[in-house]
């Protein structure tokens, strides 16, 4: 019993720990690093904005429509790998400071 419960709260400091350590700007890799790619990026005529949340999940927003992909991505290094939630893939890569998303270009905003 005592070993199941020492068990247990460590496993609870750990997670407690470790979801602490997120902060503004960071996203999670997957491997319990964060990410500086955290943020609002949009297009150059605005009509697409895509932001990477710090909890690993995306939002974009497609001529005014709020919400229109949402998801989760994962970053390793400056490749970043999506998976919408209904299921679909993409991919995308930042390079000197621009996101380039399977045919978009985004810029920070």
């Not at 902060?23 to 890799?29: D, I, N, Q, R, Y």
Request: glycine letters at 14%.
């Amino acid at each position: 019993m005592k070993t199941s419960l020492f068990l247990g709260l460590g496993l609870f400091t750990v997670l407690t720990a470790a979801c602490s350590n997120m902060g503004p700007g960071k996203a999670s890799t997957g491997n319990g690093a964060d990410h500086p790619h955290v943020g609002m990026w949009v297009t150059a005529d605005g009509r697409i904005r895509q932001e990477l949340l710090p909890d690993g999940r995306y939002e974009e927003e497609r001529d005014g429509r709020k919400r229109a992909y949402t998801g989760r991505y994962t970053v390793t290094g400056d490749h970043i790998d999506y998976v919408d939630d209904i299921g679909f893939t993409a991919t995308g890569d930042v390079r000197d400071g621009v996101l380039f998303h399977e045919h978009l270009v985004l810029y920070r905003q």
